[in-house]
T-cell receptor, first 111, second 109 residues
């Protein structure tokens, strides 16, 4: 079944640790996105990709990085986590027509 | 600056009452407007888009370019409509979305 998977769903980690948030999809979509959402606030686009080896920064500046080596996989990495990175991270894909489909999200807490 | 404003964080109504969730936008050009919904313990999903001009689950939204608004309406609210609703826009020839802060709709029995 076509779906978007995000792991882990919840992560509590100490300051300074390197973390990778996984996003994979079986939607067959080329376009993928990462959004960050603080509690009670709007979603902000932090990264997007239109295909393999294509990555761009979004509207909200982020210290995270992404890679797109395979169409199905769009991981997000924080080299050194800080409390300011505490947030929810949502992965999305888009096909044609350009409707965005969202994953379940990863709730990250950095202590 | 491109912006989506949802002035109400919380809207509470009784079942059967009309509902209007407000959305105003700021965009220099012709945007495409969307409403996304997130039910409890579910993912964010598209509810409707203005170009479709369709009614989904009894909800409609009309784009008013003069007032730069895209309010979501339903004549008779149901308990299952309780959810978080986000208004979003994308610019012409781009699929990047700009979201509002969301409005939580509570429908009481």
């Amino acid at each position: 079944e076509a779906d978007i998977y995000q792991t882990p769903r919840y992560l509590v980690i100490g300051t300074g640790k390197k973390i990778t948030l996984e996003c994979s999809q079986t939607m067959g979509h080329d376009k993928m996105y990462w959004y960050q959402q603080d509690p009670g606030m709007e979603l902000h686009l932090i990264h997007y990709s239109y295909g393999v080896n294509s990555t761009e920064k979004g509207d909200l500046s982020s210290e995270s990085t992404v890679s797109r080596i395979r169409t199905e996989h769009f991981p997000l990495t924080l080299e050194s986590a800080r409390p300011s990175h505490t947030s929810q991270y949502l992965c999305a894909t888009a096909g044609t027509p350009p409707e965005q489909y969202f994953g379940p999200g990863t709730r990250l807490t950095v202590t | 600056a491109q912006r989506v404003t949802q002035p109400e964080k919380l809207l509470s109504v009784f079942k059967g009452a009309p509902v209007e969730l407000k959305c105003n936008y700021s965009y220099s050009g012709s945007p495409e407007l969307f409403w996304y919904v997130q039910y409890s313990r579910q993912r964010l999903q598209l509810l409707l888009r203005h170009i479709s001009r369709e009614s989904i689950k009894g909800f409609t939204a009309d784009l008013n370019k003069g007032e730069t608004s895209f309010h979501l309406k339903k004549p008779f609210a149901q308990e299952e409509d309780s959810a978080m609703y986000y208004c979003a826009l994308s610019g012409y020839n781009t699929d990047k979305l700009i979201f509002g802060t969301g409005t939580r709709l509570q429908v009481f029995p």
